[in-house]
């Protein structure tokens, strides 16, 4: 039986969520990714020395190129994700680089078991792999691939300026 303060309550923070809850990861995200980027911007290049650890098709480009893009990508990227503009290109890409990140950097080198390997989620500079940021990072950026930026931002200006024209929708039988 629901009481009528928790109905409206409810009713409060469903009207709220599209406008809040994308907004609270774009901002954290965002954060993160542009301290990121800029500590790459001031500092000094160090892929060359794990330029081998990169996967496909990034193991191929120069240690400089993917210095480069990583750099700008979490800039424009954390831009993007303040303003919500392109979000879900910029989510896509942040997810791209943390994956490649995750892969080549944070993930533990060597685990012989699931207990191993848990030793790696954490956030320290102790070995063992350190994936425990980068992996919340992806869990966070899902939604807004998935959902876009929300009600507040820049792409729902866009969107009711410039509706979507409709898509097809399959026969109900």
Known sequence: ?????????????DRFAPWLAPLGLRILLAWEFFE?????????????????????PFDQLPAALNWQLATWFELLGAACLLLGFGTRFAAASLLVLTVVATY??????????????????TISDQGFGNFKLPLLFMAMLLPLLFTGAGRLSVDAVLQRWYPSPPTAQPAVR
């Open 36 to 56: 990121s980027g800029r500590e790459k911007l001031h500092g000094e290049n160090w892929f060359a020395d794990l330029q081998g650890a990169f996967p496909f």
């Open 104 to 121: 080549a950097v944070h993930w533990p080198a060597e685990w012989g078991s699931l207990g191993d390997l848990a030793m790696g989620y």
């Open 1 to 13: 039986m629901k009481t009528p303060i928790l109905a409206a309550t409810r009713g409060q923070l």
